[in-house]
């Protein structure tokens, strides 16, 4: 069996493959563009998150302050009232 010879590629199917490259080039830069827009606008909503985070922290902060300061101003006034009574 003799195989047959490959054919030499003409100058038009380099052209259709560079013109078909030029198209995957194109795609792909497109996909890129959106994926960039993509990770922009995840980037914002992760400052957003982070942001609203620290609020809660902070809030969370002043609660448990508060809630100690209270109890400190309870356990005072009883201790007080019991030396008082004396």
């Known amino acids: ?6 054919r030499e590629p003409t100058i038009a199917d380099v052209l259709q493959r560079l013109d078909r490259l030029a198209d995957d080039v194109e795609a792909t830069q497109s996909t890129i ?13 992760v400052e957003k998150s982070n942001d609203k985070f620290e609020v809660y922290r902070q809030a969370n902060q002043s609660l ?23």
Do not use: H, Y
């Not at 069996?1 to 490959?6: L, S």
């Not at 563009?33 to 909503?45: E, H, I, P, T, Y």
């Open 1 to 6: 069996m003799t195989q047959a010879p490959e």
């Open 64 to 86: 448990v302050n508060l809630a100690f300061g209270l109890i400190a101003s309870a356990t005072v006034a009883t201790v007080v009232s019991l030396i008082f009574r004396r």
């Open 33 to 45: 563009v959106n994926v960039v827009q993509r990770l922009d606008k995840l980037s914002a909503d």
